[in-house]
T-cell receptor, first 115, second 114 residues
């Protein structure tokens, strides 16, 4: 079974530029998560989708971050414009259903450096 | 507010020694509990999880964890550490909301001395 795929693996941009990350979850997984992991910290949930609907985006900086999940499968996370403090690893995860403590499977992440 | 604490930022143990990583949480009910491991340059991998029932949970790679309701703790243990166990370990709690939000702790970095 293929795991969660993310691209690109690394991205370096200058502040005020825009960037987009892509995630392909495990086939059949209804729930998709985007996390931000700043160096030395645990992952912080940015947004959670159930199929293609958003169930939690309370920690997503909506003035600069946006995410979508078309057709309940792939997802993209965009930052526009980027700030220095956005430098982090962006992790995508998916789970079969979500509710009832289902196991999350993580992708390798995208390491973003904002100069 | 719900939170997860991992009191030890960094732990160093000798290969073959026993290991215990601490995790405490703050939540008004019994949450789901998880331990994940993150090796350098790799994604997070689930070691074990607690949903209900037996409070001693067995996981992969020889790890186990014990849920203690009275102490709001879910400590991870391994009787004999291998050099390959060096990694970052994250405790996480799943809140029993309609969509089961998961909150991660700050992590404990484990170094293993040969």
């Amino acid at each position: 079974e293929a795991g969660v795929a993310q691209s690109p693996r690394y991205k370096i941009i200058e502040k005020r530029q825009s960037v987009a990350f892509w995630c392909n979850p495990i086939s059949g997984h209804a729930t998709l998560y985007w996390y931000q992991q700043i160096l030395g910290q645990g992952p912080k949930l940015l947004i959670q989708f159930q199929n293609n609907g958003v169930v939690d985006d309370s920690q997503l900086p909506k003035d600069r971050f946006s995410a979508e999940r078309l057709k309940g499968v792939d997802s993209t996370l965009k930052i526009q414009p980027a700030k220095l403090e956005d430098s982090a690893v962006y992790l995508c995860a998916s789970s079969l259903a979500g509710p009832r403590g289902d196991t999350q499977y993580f992708g390798p992440g995208t390491r973003l450096t904002v100069l | 507010a719900q939170s997860v604490t991992q009191p030890d930022i960094h732990i160093t143990v000798s290969e073959g020694a026993s290991l215990e990583l601490r995790c405490n949480y703050s939540y008004g009910a019994t949450p789901y509990l998880f331990w994940y491991v993150q090796s350098p340059g790799q994604g997070l991998q689930l070691l074990l999880k607690y949903f209900s029932g037996d409070t001693l949970v067995q996981g992969i790679k020889g790890f186990e964890a014990e849920f203690k309701r009275s102490q709001s703790s879910f400590n991870l243990r391994k009787p004999s550490v291998h050099w390959s166990d060096a990694a970052e370990y994250f405790c996480a709690v799943g809140l029993k909301t309609s969509y089961d939000k998961v909150i991660f702790g700050p992590g404990t970095s484990l170094s293993v001395i040969p």
